[in-house]
């Protein structure tokens, strides 16, 4: 495969733009921000600044990703490294004469006209090139057009402008040799192509995207079609395709070599030539792809017989104009398209689809409409953020089918999804449950009850006009789980463990609440010598203490289950509980195998986003990033005391704490000044603090029984499966949940 200094000397002769920056990097390579600066401080091979710009070090493009190749660091892989570089370069060729739109479609006509030619773009003759492109595309359906389109070539008359890259007349050939480098990189000219789309955005080449589902969501929606299901040459239909992501998820989840046909529609020209030449690189010959112009595919339906499955995503109408008769007649007539059996999945306004309307009024009626018909199957409300572009914008689903009335089995399957992160198990979960439920034959399967819905008779929903379409309560099955089981026996271990505590704390190895706290405290005298000052800096130049840092963790490796304790800022400032942060032993040892672990009596301290610091009497804990660790050496002479430092250093960081307005506090935490007391003082106080913490530490154990005790009562209640008896009286401790 060529190698990244071969290829882009031909395309980009200037140097700068190869020169990426620390943040550049650390998006290159996925990873946060600061890492690339550890790179550079820890490893002597990492590539030195090739230039300086407002202060900033500038570093050659591809020295960088040789190193990341070579050395594995990084999240990602060696061939997307080669092709984000390639990429990275598209930003210099934008200028007013070739915009971000013009050069993507450029870009992937070139990727598509490689595809069907089946050999490299590079290397030829532009002329001869564009005319291999006419004999492709007679009729200019969709490259031949994005091609001519490229300012500066032969063909062009409309000055002999200089192109940013070269001389004019070199930004075909310079593109084509780019769209080369990028299949080369991806292996296939499709997936070269979609990076190339993900790439849009980063180029200012938003509209196309601006109404896009996010990702996750449109391989959710192709996988609740169930396209997997489908016979050999059905027929597959996008209205509203836009940029064509639904229809390329369909087709990826289609089993090879089902020869499905696929029809598409959308009123941007631009978009459905785009659409045209998304489907033709992932290998769909023309005689299965029929794309048109427009919102109705009645044309291409006309032609090819009703879809056997449909999905789309209506477009985004903002909530001042939104008419829900509209959008429920707009579903009606996607519905008109469908045969017996047939299936659609719609993404819609939630508050049109599964939001309250008012009673009887028009657009009440017709919704229920869907029901009475038997086409509505299934109604799942979503987040917001499902459109990235308009976040605040809730959305839902409805899976539509026409079955014949003596099949019609009254039921509808409600899900409420609104207030759960899209993650990958969630939609996985849901899928399962509508691939069951579609089975069933719409009947619902003993064998399975549903993760995130309730199946509920139609007629309930129809019977009450304007209720929203979501599940009111909770499936009766739910009772059955172990969680709800068990929660008697929990509430009742709670009440015995408050028994305990309470006994505890009067015991010889507890504090007595009770017993007063006689601190014994006097003012200190003139006469008496006051304790000199020190700082963290210094005790650690006298090697009274160690530094240690924390470790960069990523966020899906911390889980509530695991081996080892993670400590966050949160936790050092006392914002949750220690323990509630954890990470699994193998995962430990294998991605972070320099980890280190705290040692009993380690303070953990961090100044973001304020000053804290915890001590960590335990021990065997790892900490995170932007927590550090203070390490007390136990041969200091005279020694340090974790609780008393811990102490002395959050009343110093209080006097010296940053102002409104201001970026970081007046002083770092290595040059905050704290007294350095002597051993007798400095034991007494410590005596102080320990019968302090023990104190707490019991009120603390109290309180989180009381709160978990509220919280198990609160969720048995909430969700029906617990209600109480009459409180016992005075004197008696019988008490039964």
Known sequence: MTTAREAVSPIVPETPAWRITYAEIAALAQVQRPVPTTWSRRHPDFPAPVDHVDGRPLFDGRAIVDWLSSTGRGNTDARRLRAELSLHTLAAWRTPDLPAPVLVGALTALICLRQQLDA?????????????AADLDPEDQFLLSELRAIPGNPDDHTGDSEGPMGPAGTRGSALATLAD???????????????VLEARRRLGSHDPAGDEPAPAVVRALASLAGVEDLDEEAV???????????LAALHTLAPEGSGHTYLACDPDPARARLVRRRMLVRGVYEFQLDVTEGEELAASVDVWGDPHLLVCALPYEAAEVRDPVAVLDRIQGLTDYLGAGSTAVVLGPADVLVGPLPRHDEADRLRRSFLRSGLLKAAIGLPEGVLPYRPGYRSAVWVLSRTAEEERTGLVLLADLSARPLTEPV???LAEDIAIWRASRWHGDRRHEPCHAVIVPAKDLDDRPGTPFSPQHRPHESRYTRGVIERPARISGLERRL????????????????AALRIQAVLRSEDQQQPRRTTVRRLVEQRRLRRRPGHRIAPEHIAAEGHYTVLTPEEVLGIARPGGRRIDRGLLLTA?????????????ITANPRFGVYVDEAGLSVVAAPGRVLRVRP?????VFPRVLAALLRAAAAEYSRTSGAVRASRGIEDLLVPDLGREEAERFDALLSEVEDRAALLREQCAALDDLARTAAAGVADGTLTFQDLPGPGTDDRTA
Do not use: N
């Open 236 to 246: 597959l239909a996008t209205p509203y395709a836009r940029t064509g992501d639904l």
């Open 592 to 604: 972070y195998d320099h980890a280190e672990f705290t040692e009993p009596g380690d303070l953990v």
């Open 181 to 195: 480098e990028l299949v080369e990189a991806a292996y296939t000219p499709a997936e070269a192509f979609d990076w």
């Open 427 to 429: 939609l996985d979960a």
């Open 120 to 132: 490299p773009v590079s290397g030829q003759d532009w002329d001869g090139l564009l005319a291999r």
């Open 635 to 639: 041969d200091a002479d005279p020694p």
């Open 499 to 514: 028994i305990e505590l309470h006994e505890h704390s009067s015991a010889s190895h507890r504090a007595d609440l009770r």
